[in-house]
């Protein structure tokens, strides 16, 4: 499996995805999810995939040459010289449908589905930093302020952190901690996410990047979060009242014997329902 | 959806369950997904279900009557008969396939797959407390002391803090308010699971329980959990320093020169690939 998120911000866009993948549970590699765009001072784009590897490394490939009609006249549009990031994801949409004429009939007679999910965001000289997530249908969707944030692929375990943290004013750097966060739940509970993981910051109007980084299992500030998040998670577990069931020991009560014994259905004998 | 866990102690069972169904997005009620089964002194059991509501149901319903062959002889096994809490879950796999019998072949010709998942457990007299997660299939697996939890339903964004703090040590008033922090993550990020919930407290040997309890959003002891852990988490992140990109401010670089660019696949122009 595999996760992914991005988080756009208004001081910029953050990126991080895992390189675990399994075919089955006994084949597992490293392949990295994420790959930069950039012309420095022109564009920065990143692109995350989730899904069935073959089908991503394809369209990677295919986008790099992708191209689309040009409605206005003029050269065939690319993601090179695409003039807005929803150009930009429609090429992405068009070497995903590439891929789809050319292996989805072959996949479905050996019962695989076309399955692939993306996340490609960024910013193009001459408009604001967009994000998009792509479908396998090659259509997309586009990340607003109410929903600053995109996931793909194993992405429950990470989302409360996420929800309870990401507004667009979140600076960046404290978003890329509830990113590493978010991927640091993740890999507690699923085996399937691992590391190293692939981090892109993005300051906005910068058309360039140089915060880019490869976390492995010896990045000190990694490590420091790790161990820190769990201590004090559990520190915080801790400090907060264990429920009693006697309300004389307490003034928050987890009992309510008001209603307890008629809502919740409790059955003593076989002919005796309580319902 | 559903959220339900269960928890396996040295100390006795916890069982939490919420009681939100939703018939796809605009259907949604409120069943109860938790039921007791108890003869004081002599067994304490409980079910909780996940998945179709009209197989869940219909299971409840049989397995106050369905009995299974007794190999050695004598009385037929029921749940109220059974002298372990195996030939118990034997009985609900049973259940289970009666209603299959009757209903899959029809739910097949509309498209519905015969979905349904549960957890059972208890304690009978005579042994020692168990903890299974019934399949559709009528199989079953058993807890034990490395997997001392079971959960069905919308288990993802609620396992991270069960997989930090659980382990067959934990007293169980701890393990109730882990549950409890479980459930909320769950339902802080997924709308399909909701109030109110069902709490079930048994400790070891008692045979029967007076912890019971109907949660709703009034629930003075849930509110404290909720909103401590939101703002207590909210401060420990905040506590947990954010990466910087500089080395020079800080004795936790996130940033590794050396391979950073080697590492994450960063592409310049069309022409310059570097892989």
Redesign the interface.
């Given at each position: 499996m595999t996760y992914c998120v991005a988080i756009k911000l208004n001081a910029g866009l953050v990126f991080l995805s895992d390189s675990r993948t399994n075919a089955g549970l006994d084949n597992i590699s490293t392949f990295?999810k994420?790959?930069?765009?950039?012309?420095?001072g022109d564009r920065f784009m990143v692109l995350l995939s989730a899904g069935n590897l073959s089908i991503s490394q394809s369209i990677r490939e295919i986008l790099?040459?992708e191209q689309i009609k040009n409605h206005e006249g003029g050269e065939a549009i690319?993601i090179?010289n695409a003039t807005s990031m929803f150009d930009a994801a429609r090429v992405l949409g068009s070497a995903i449908r590439r891929v789809h004429d050319r292996d989805a009939a072959a996949l479905k007679n050996a019962d695989v589905d076309f399955n692939v999910s993306l996340v490609f965001g960024g910013q193009v000289k001459g408009e604001g930093m967009r994000l998009f997530q792509v479908y396998s249908a090659g259509n997309f969707i586009e990340a607003t302020s109410d929903t600053p944030y995109f996931q793909i692929g194993?992405s429950?375990?990470g989302?409360?952190?996420l929800?309870?943290?990401i507004t667009p004013e979140t600076?960046l750097?404290?978003a890329?901690?509830?990113a590493?966060?978010s991927m640091d739940?993740?890999m507690?509970?699923n085996l399937s996410v691992g590391m190293?993981l692939?981090?892109?910051?993005y300051d906005v109007n910068a058309l360039q990047s140089?915060?880019?980084?490869?976390?492995d299992s010896n990045?000190?500030?990694?490590t420091?979060?790790h161990n820190?998040?769990?201590q004090?998670?559990?520190?915080?577990?801790d400090?907060?009242?264990?429920?009693?069931?006697d309300d004389a020991h307490t003034?928050?009560?987890?009992?309510?014997p008001a209603?307890?014994?008629a809502?919740?259905?409790?059955?003593?004998?076989?002919d005796e329902?309580l319902i």
């Open positions: 990295r994420m790959i930069v765009y950039e012309k420095p790099q040459i690319t090179w194993e429950k375990y989302k409360p952190v929800d309870r943290v600076p750097a404290e890329a901690k509830c590493l966060v739940s993740t507690k509970s190293p692939d981090l892109v910051v140089d915060k880019l980084v490869c976390i990045n000190p500030y990694y420091m979060m820190n998040w769990g004090k998670l559990r520190e915080v577990f400090s907060i009242e264990d429920p009693v069931w003034d928050i009560p987890l009992k309510m209603t307890r014994h809502t919740l259905r409790k059955i003593r004998t076989p329902k």
